[in-house]
């Protein structure tokens, strides 16, 4: 074939029709990952940010009461990796749990730092959970001993997603080693929530990996729960709620509101003067809780006692 040279209009035809394909949103190329291709939207991703901040504050609570002693669970990030990308941030040896998650078919993972499972275990054992730097596997007793702290876990993480779904997260294998944990494909992604447990002087990470094509499964009833902002509390929220606010102490204080004095007429009261307060008896009394009108009612006594019965609570203006 003889070559054709091309016109200078023809040149510049070429480089419009390019520079016109440049300017098209649905012709620009999309840098797309092999290795990762079961990537999952940002809205998601804040989505699970959110309900794992849930489980933090559950998590605390819990183990708080089991442990007794004042725990602090924080979220530090929610990111997607690779599967051998997530087993190379945790340490080794460690704590690992490869979980179960009924009715879906894979499996999820739990890594419990060694700087906070050693701590732990002192303070079951009836400890202050001060320990010294410890690089050694977990035993057989030591796992049992863990068994009651996996469960309050698992049962905190299982009531944080059943806001999504109703998935039974179960311990079917323990691990030491991370490279050792053959569950998931190596490219596979894996959704990695990291969170930091402080006790007292002691603080460790804990890691949990979640497959995320199951995440990928549960678009629809993320978007379902997630994108309008609960608005009603469940009566689990309501009895911890309880709980925390019982031991709080409330000043109560019944007034009789009467006409105001100055100072000055204050001072000059005499002995002998007569203050009218102009309260007539069938009038009730008003209880104030911590300086906020409540209730109304009338001084009553109950054997050697005064005391207060309410007759109505007052809705303030």
């Known amino acids: 074939m003889a070559d054709r040279v091309l016109s200078q209009q023809e040149i510049d035809n070429v480089f419009k029709k390019l520079h016109d394909d440049d300017d098209d949103p649905s012709k620009k190329a999309q840098v797309y990952d092999f290795r990762r291709p079961d990537r999952i939207a940002k809205d998601q991703l804040r989505a699970i940010h959110l309900l794992h901040e849930n489980f933090a504050r559950n998590l605390a609570s819990s183990l708080s009461g089991y442990l007794r002693a004042y725990i602090a669970v924080n979220l530090v990030s929610v990111e997607q990796l690779s599967f051998v ?5 945790l340490p080794s040896p460690t704590v690992l749990i490869a979980l179960g998650m009924k009715p879906y078919d894979g499996n999820a993972v739990l890594e419990i730092n060694p700087t906070l499972v050693y701590p732990i275990l002192e303070m079951l054992l009836g400890g202050s959970g001060k320990t010294g730097k410890i690089e050694r596997e977990v035993t057989e007793i030591e796992q049992s001993i863990l068994e009651g702290l996996l469960r309050i876990i698992l049962n905190d993480l299982r009531t944080a997603w059943g806001a ?10 323990h691990e030491t080693e991370p490279q050792l944990l053959q569950i998931l494909a190596p490219n596979e992604a894996v959704v990695a929530i990291s969170m930091e447990v402080r006790i007292g002087e002691a603080s460790g990470m804990m890691n949990i990996g979640i497959p995320s094509i199951i995440v990928k499964m549960l678009r629809q009833k993320f978007d379902q729960q997630w994108s309008v902002r609960k608005t009603e509390a469940t009566g689990d929220e309501h009895t911890r709620m309880l709980r925390l606010v019982r031991p709080s102490l409330v000043n109560l204080d019944a007034r009789l509101q009467g006409p105001k004095l100055g100072v000055q007429a204050l001072l000059d009261l005499q002995d002998g003067d007569v203050l009218v307060f102009d309260f007539p008896t069938e009038r009730p009394i008003d209880l104030a809780v911590n300086g906020r009108l409540k209730y109304d009612g009338e001084i009553v006594v109950t054997g050697r006692k005064r005391a207060f019965q309410i007759q109505e609570k007052v809705t303030e203006p």
């Open 85 to 89: 990308e997530f087993t190379q941030i």
């Open 164 to 173: 999504v779904a109703n998935i039974q997260f179960s311990i079917e294998a």
